[in-house]
T-cell receptor
Framework: NAGVTQTPKFQVLKTGQSMTLQCAQDMNHNSMYWYRQDPGMGLRLIYYSASEGTTDKGEVPNGYNVSRLNKREFSLRLESAAPSQTSVYFC????????????????FGAGSRLTVL | AQSVTQLDSQVPVFEEAPVELRCNYS??????LFWYVQYPNQGLQLLLK??????LVKGINGFEAEFNKSQTSFHLRKPSVHISDTAEYFC?????????????FGRGTSLIVHP
């Protein structure tokens, strides 16, 4: 039972380069999320997908794009990386998609540490 | 929109001492409250959650939290900490019907347990 798997675990980019962070979950969850974690800032939501075929912006979407490829996979793309995007990125999933009913417990991946020079 | 404030960015404590990590929230609707723990170089994992009912919630590893609606607080406590409890702790809130189901996280409290 892998849960939420993120790749790569570490990546170093130069300013202006592009890359995609991959995320896959094997729990048949409807919803998936991308957060970034910065010192003293906690976790901030970048994008989320309430269900397959839908994506929505979170608190800090600028500079990122996402694709919900299928129910299992949710990728995060940086088209032109900037030093401000140096961060640890977490993918998460949950078994709740919209409606606001019930508690939304997230399962997190181990994180992807990205450095932009 | 909901928000979460964790009042302490760092809490140092000696092993076997009690600890309290403070969390306050704001929301205009009913809430669900969570504490997550992040051990070094790992992702977050659920420690405990409050959905409804008893205001005292017990979680893993001997932690518990108390929901106080009048104080809009959800403080995390442990009567006797171990070195292995050294980690980052995040309080989170999501809203019930009519609100946002997506959790908002606090900035985190670093618990440092000294021998």
């Amino acid at each position: 039972n892998a849960g939420v798997t993120q790749t790569p675990k570490f990546q170093v980019l130069k300013t202006g380069q592009s890359m995609t962070l991959q995320c896959a979950q094997d729990m048949n969850h409807n919803s998936m999320y991308w957060y970034r974690q910065d010192p003293g800032m906690g976790l901030r939501l970048i994008y989320y997908s309430a269900s397959e075929g839908t994506t929505d912006k979170g608190e800090v979407p600028n500079g990122y794009n996402v694709s919900r490829l299928n129910k299992r996979e949710f990728s995060l793309r940086l088209e032109s990386a900037a030093p401000s995007q140096t961060s640890v990125y977490f993918c998460a999933s949950s078994d709740l998609g919209g409606g606001g009913s019930g508690a939304n417990v997230l399962t997190f991946g181990a994180g992807s540490r990205l450095t932009v020079l | 929109a909901q928000s979460v404030t964790q009042l302490d960015s760092q809490v140092p404590v000696f092993e076997e001492a009690p600890v309290e990590l403070r969390c306050n929230y704001s929301s205009s609707v009913s809430v669900y409250l969570f504490w997550y723990v992040q051990y070094p170089n790992q992702g977050l994992q659920l420690l405990l959650k409050y959905l409804s009912g008893s205001t005292l919630v017990k979680g893993i590893n001997g932690f518990e939290a108390e929901f106080n609606k009048s104080q809009t607080s959800f403080h995390l406590r442990k009567p006797s900490v171990h070195i292995s409890d050294t980690a980052e702790y995040f309080c989170a809130v999501s809203e019930g019907s009519g609100g946002s189901y997506i959790p908002t996280f606090g900035r985190g409290t670093s618990l440092i347990v000294h021998p």
